[in-house]
């Protein structure tokens, strides 16, 4: 039956677009038809207002990239200041990156799971999952006194030392964490209207999902096995042993339940790190007071709780980067929206968009 | 908000009708404190903790303090985040939407003047004031939840001043010397050239 | 892959092009004539670059450098492919038909720094409001409303 | 003249409880959602925050009342009285006790069911006059799903009506007996879940869903008029376990008189909470997935139930 198209404005501020997005849809019906993302609501021009700072004073800026997420774009900014002036991190720093971020993968995918569920209306969900990721805070505010933006990798190392009794609570976090995924598990993705709601939605193929440069979980729950982490490992992720969890449909309940598992990776990898982790310096030594790396570009990446995070830094001598350059997986990851919304209902819109775990903070930078 | 206004009126005009109007401004005013429900206006950072503080830990809900995703629903906006040229219009348009009386909450450095992004910008609007009428800061980068809390039961302070006579409002906040609504009366004057004004002030 | 054997698997497809291929900080660069950018990208793609991880430019001064970033899963290597546009006439073939990821990325190059991508299927602003006048990631850039931090160091 | 008198007072009775107890259930409801969710709740306002609507109430009241430039004023202004009617209304027939209900009618329980239907006009109504996508949308998906879901609720009270062989509420009370409950078992669950879709409660709030819709068939509507149609929602919420409460579950069984009255409460406030634990702890399912549930899996229950009862009723 030919009827007339709707055409229907989401955001940029509604519930469920998580941050400030805005799609416009096009609705036969409830069946999307058309969408189109329309992002930049939170452009702030982070990269031009790095091109003004100095090395150091970059790193609060990173910060506020991937809010949910800060330590990842502060590792990603710092391996890339590191590389291009060949600074050499002390161990001990590394395994503390290596811990913090791990933490930081639990504290994002709580983020996205309980969206994920708060996008089908389980607001419940949302909670509990909360619930660990202020665990995790806690953590985090005892290491560095803030509980969203850290400022703590700084190029060659950490900024702190672990407080005392830190690996103790992180221990106890740990171990209490994988059973309440567990729960979330069967609370949330063993109910018979999550499954229906989540399953067979939005289903990404791997082919695409390689061509539109999805990462990330998003990536996996297609079933591309890619996973910076273990293919081009940096740090001291060689030592530690875990498994990347891989999705098979690529529809929106892989993409979800893929975070669980990896949570409890990150468990794994952070109890090893505490066990080998060893007392020494945590910052580089004989670091100047303002850096000036000598002239070149230096790109590195990392495996962020989206995807892989790159940096691209330009020096061209002087004490301020020429050009910084985020390549940011959450802004990857939300191009491929369009290829995969059209022929879903507009409930199941926003569950895929949900899915794929924006941080707008990084898709606009 | 016709009724309202019509009450407040005839109870002015009235001879007695003063205390009838005072009493009435008493009761509002708790029960207006007492239930402010927040617009969660989060653009950045900030709302995550804007969604932590209404969530098990900090639960807003003991304070009648509940989130509601509807614009008309709402008492109070709390602008949560940069906010940029680009969405500087969107934040406007929902706070055009919420239903007298309403009031906002500029929550952490960038909703208050830019913060981080004050220098070297060249999208970011440097503070929400430039534009809608902020009755409460809090500074932080972001502020703890605590802090939200705080603002929360500030406002509250501010309302048990105000009046449903915007007669008596006026006299209310004027006496009591309140950090009142700068630009309440020129929104749409300053919302165009606002940006450009502050620029050249202060560079 | 180590990026010696990267080079020699670039030096033996593009002999022309081997002193333009250098290794700095740990990462490969080839650095391509514009004319040849799209055919060698493509190339580079047949050889097991499946990924696209970005598309940026930077400001030279005369000329734009655009630098393109390559990921392959199969070789498990990275590497940039570098071009100069010029300034005056800032037109570069698109990849968009290489990878699609290319598409949201090419847009941003083109808000940011004006350079027009040929053959993009949908080349607008993408960041910015559609409004806005200039490219605000150029050196050049100009703008009244943005305030100079002052210098501390 | 008297009998128009004493209807006006049960009418007014009427509106004062289903009020008062939406109040309550604004409440109640956040203690629940507080509950389950790890956090407390409304704490500030009179032990353990029950008083906390006497804050909410008066502000609502006192709210602007915003009228859509583009909308549909008359509708508009409106639609929220006839959302609440039929809601107050059904109440007149619930047995409350042993042979008493306000309005005792013979066809009480066709009453029950029909009267509340007449939301879904009004529910039409404010959707379509705020002109508004997303309230449209809202609306469209209330109409669909309030119509499907009438047939199955229907059919589910329709074993009861045989069992005690008579329409009139009282009566079914009268004749209620315990093995009832194992028996009609099927009959209260489809009762129940179809009732929480007509009611447009989570899991199947789609009309109003948050994080599709923001607000749906009542987006634009602020103030007071928006509290109104809050209203009707806990109004049907209590009707419905009221009247579930008095046939399936046997009004005030095993008390009688006052005590049955209170014994009544309980279970439709146990009820109550049963349907809010439902929407705090469920995901929201799909409209067509909604559609489908009512016409494959509960409409073929609720005759099967009809069918059982048909055939025991020889024998009792």
Known sequence: MATEELTLNIGPSHPSTHGVCRLVVRLDGEIVTHVEPVIGHLHRGIEKIAENRTYLQVVPLTDRLDYVGSMYANWAYCRAVERLAGIRVPERAEYIRVIVCELQRIASHMMGIGSSAADTGATSAFLYAFDQREKVIDLFEALCGARLTYNYVRPGGVAFELPDGWIEQCRAFIEQHPSAMLTIDEFFFGNAIARVRLKGIGVLDADTAVAWGVSGPAARGSGVDWDLRRDDPYSVYPRFDFDVPLGSNGDCFDRARIRLWECIESCRIIEQALDQIEPGPIMAEGLPRLLAPRPGDAYDHIESARGSLGVYVVSDGSPRPYRMKVRSPAFCNLAVLPEIAVGYTLSDLLVILGSLDPVFGEVDR | MAAIDDLAKLLEETPGGGVVLTTLDAVMNWARGKSLWTFPMGTACCAMELIAASFSRFDFDRHGTIPRPDPRHCDVMVVAGTVTRKMMPAVKRIYDQMPEPRWVIAMGNCAVSGGIFYYDSYSVVRGVDEFLPVDVYIAGCPPRPEALQDAVLQLRKKIAAQSISPKRTRAVQSDLAMPSDPRKGDVTATRADAAGDVSEVTS | MRIEELRERVCAMYPDLCPLFSIEFGDGTIAVPLERIHSALADLKDMGFDRLGMVTAVDRGEDFELVYRLQSRTLRAGMFVKTMVPRSDPKIPSVCDLWPAANWQEREVYDLFGVVFEGHPDLRRILLPDDWVGHPLRKDYQDERIIRRPDYI | ?316
């Open chain 4, 1 to 316: 003249m008297t009998s128009f008198l004493l209807g006006a007072l049960w009418g007014v009775v009427g509106v004062v409880v289903i009020a008062g107890g939406a109040v309550i259930g604004v409440w109640w409801e956040r203690k629940v959602a507080g509950r389950i969710q790890l956090r407390y709740g409304p704490q500030q306002i009179g032990p353990a925050g029950s008083l906390q609507m006497l804050a909410d109430v008066p502000k609502l009241l006192f709210k602007e009342d915003v009228v859509p430039s583009g909308a549909d004023k008359p509708l508009f202004k409106y639609a929220p009285l006839v959302v609440f009617a039929p809601v107050a209304a059904a109440i007149a027939v619930i047995p409350f006790a042993k042979g008493w209900a306000m309005f005792d009618t013979a066809v009480g329980v066709l009453f029950f069911l029909a009267v509340p239907s007449i939301e879904v006009v009004a529910i039409l109504v404010a959707a379509w006059a705020q002109r508004n996508t997303y309230s449209a949308l809202g609306g469209l998906r209330a109409a669909s799903q309030m119509i499907a879901y009438e047939v199955p609720r229907a059919l589910s009270v329709a074993p009861l009506v045989l069992l005690a062989g008579s329409l009139r509420p009282t009566d079914l009370v009268a004749a209620w007996r315990w093995w009832w409950v194992p028996l009609l078992a099927l009959a209260f669950l489809i009762y129940l879940i179809s009732s929480i879709a007509e009611m447009n409660r989570g899991p199947f709030d789609l009309p109003e869903a948050e994080s599709e819709l923001v607000a749906g068939y009542f987006a634009d509507y602020s103030g007071m008029r928006w509290a109104i149609f809050m209203m009707a929602e806990y109004g049907a919420i209590i009707t419905t376990s009221l009247f579930a409460a008095a046939t399936f579950l046997g009004a005030g069984w095993p008390f009688d008189g006052a005590l049955g009255v209170v014994a009544l409460i309980v279970k439709a406030a146990a009820l109550v909470t049963l349907v809010m634990w439902t929407k705090w702890t469920l995901p929201r399912i799909r409209q067509d997935q909604l559609l489908r549930f009512c016409w494959t899996v509960l409409v073929p229950a609720a005759l099967v139930q009809l069918a059982i009862v048909g055939v025991v009723l020889p024998w009792l």
